[in-house]
């Protein structure tokens, strides 16, 4: 990982494309929800945080990167778990607040060793 700021500090600049920037609606933590998808099953299999340098990092290296909120530090998707997250495709919804990232996912997704962080507490079935 680069470019990590310390605790408390700000993020540093983004060189996320102005276009894409000026489009992104963001929380007052300048963060907006990334979800991960499967991309050739459909399944959900996360949502993370992404500011404007994270959103950048994964349009420019093909792997998914997040902001974590309780670290305040980027991190890549399986740089120490090995359970990487290969970006397919990236969209923006209908309101520019939220990202879907369609990923080809190896191993676990979830930080529990689960695919997918949505199986484990379901409140309604089929």
Do not use: N
Request: a negative charge.
């Amino acid at each position: 990982m680069t470019s990590t700021p310390t605790p408390g500090t700000p993020r540093p600049a983004s060189a996320l494309d102005p276009a894409i920037a000026a489009r992104l609606k963001r929380g007052a933590d300048g963060l907006v929800p990334a979800i991960a998808q499967q991309y050739d099953t459909g399944e959900v299999l996360m949502l993370g945080w992404m500011d404007d340098e994270a959103l950048h990092r994964t349009l420019t290296t093909g792997r998914c990167t997040y902001w974590s909120r309780s670290r305040q530090e980027y991190w890549v998707k399986g740089d120490t778990s090995g359970h990487i997250q290969q970006v397919r495709s990236v969209a923006l919804d209908c309101d520019a607040d939220t990202v879907l990232v369609k990923v080809d996912q190896t191993g676990a997704a979830c930080h529990t060793g689960d695919r997918t962080c949505f199986d484990a507490d379901v409140l309604l079935g089929q």
